[in-house]
């Protein structure tokens, strides 16, 4: 029996690590080429699960190859609602078609715009949500509104700033002109500054090198059952592949 891994060489190694005493063997195709690494592995007679790919995307592809084989894949570390969800903000157009095989390790987007706006409720307040221009924050903004995202309809009546953007686009420019606003960000601003402001990210992850813990909670999942019911029993996760109730932790950000 086989399991393999189509990640980046440091999470390569964890994976081997939890493996190396299962009896298992653990074939890694590194993750330069994923769609290629998909077809290598249909091809072997030995496999029996998948971790990895690292992101949303490539996860999506390489599903097109090793769904219909029925193949187990543990997603690591991806978010887009997409790659189990095709009836959500953002994913509606080009779901990935897994067809029951994806366990996602993480909380997906929706989920993280769903604890957003439970903790801006919570607190008796009003966001001003600022998105960027681009598909992640078209994405996010209808995930905020799904979430009933308490909102304000101008800066001027807003208690928190709720962002949703990348590092080097135009959002964070918007973000430092609301200062001393405080805010609340999704996860893909890190490395922008914003003087003057609190600022707090919603992170999925668990605390540690970024994929440790949910690559070392993969192969300790396919070590045990690569049957995809027992997969979904012991994550556990829900009929979508999605985790039960997963963490989101609130993180203050140090620029």
């Known amino acids: 029996m086989a399991i393999h891994t189509i990640l980046p060489a440091r999470l390569t190694d964890v994976v081997e690590s939890v493996l190396r ?3 298992l063997t653990h074939v890694a195709h590194g993750d ?5 690494a998909a077809e290598a592995i249909v091809a072997d007679p030995e496999v029996r699960a998948i971790i990895g790919p690292f992101r949303s ?3 999506a592809e390489v599903v097109e190859v090793t769904a219909p084989k029925g193949l187990p894949l543990l997603a690591p570390v991806a ?3 997409g790659v189990t969800r095709s009836d959500e903000p953002g994913c509606e157009d080009d779901p990935a078609r897994h067809l029951g095989t994806v366990f996602r390790l993480v909380a997906r987007d929706t989920v993280v715009a769903e604890r957003i706006a439970a903790r801006v409720r919570d607190n008796g307040h009003r966001a001003f949500v600022v998105s960027g221009d681009h598909e992640y924050g078209a994405q996010i903004d209808g995930q905020l509104e799904l979430a009933r995202l308490p909102r304000a309809a101008s800066a001027a009546d807003a208690d928190v700033v709720v962002l949703a953007g990348l590092r080097g686009e135009p959002e964070a420019d918007t973000a430092r002109t609301l200062a001393p606003l405080p805010i609340v ?3 893909g601003i890190q490395g922008e500054s914003f003087p003057g402001q609190q600022v707090e990210l919603a992170l999925v992850y ?3 090198p970024l994929g440790v813990a949910e690559v070392t909670r993969a192969a300790e999942l396919v070590a ?6 027992e997969l979904r029993r012991l994550g556990p996760f829900d009929v979508h592949g999605d985790p039960i109730d997963p963490p989101v932790r609130f993180e203050r950000y140090e620029s």
């Open 224 to 229: 045990t059952t690569t049957d995809l019911d």
């Open 57 to 59: 995307s490539a996860v």
């Open 185 to 187: 960000a999704f996860d």
């Open 206 to 208: 668990a605390p540690g």
């Open 21 to 23: 005493e299962t009896g």
């Open 79 to 81: 978010t887009w609602a």
């Open 32 to 36: 330069r080429d994923p769609v290629s």
